[in-house]
């Protein structure tokens, strides 16, 4: 599977965005979708994914603000980003993992800037 991260940008602290991962090259369902970050000099950390239930976890960091979904008819995951803050700065990446293989598969990443 491929996919492609958009919709990031500049925003102001309280701003929102909404990013969208758009896969191609397999069935959509036989994925497990997330939404995952890097802020510069540190690691890349989970924000939000679809449990293999299709319930949703989240950091805690953007719990209440964050929200994924997806689009399943579309190909397509979303993370609707509401309330952003300056810690929020980084590269955006969806990831997919094969339900059976747990193998993952990585886009390019949205860089997502918020200023104070």
């Known amino acids: 599977v491929q996919t492609v991260a958009s919709g990031g940008g500049l925003v102001p602290a309280g701003g929102s965005l909404r990013l969208s991962c758009a896969a191609s090259?397999?069935?959509?369902?036989?994925?497990?979708m997330a939404w995952y970050r890097q802020a510069p000099g540190k690691q890349r950390e989970l924000v939000a994914a679809f449990t293999s239930g299709d319930s949703t976890n989240y950091a805690d960091s953007v719990k209440g603000r964050f929200a994924i979904s997806r689009d399943n008819a579309k190909n397509t995951v979303y993370l609707q980003m509401n309330s952003l803050k300056p810690e929020d700065t980084g590269v955006y990446y969806c990831n997919a993992r094969g339900r059976w293989s747990q193998t993952d598969y990585w886009g390019q990443g949205t860089q997502v800037t918020v200023s104070s």
């Open positions: 090259g397999s069935i959509f369902r036989y994925y497990i």
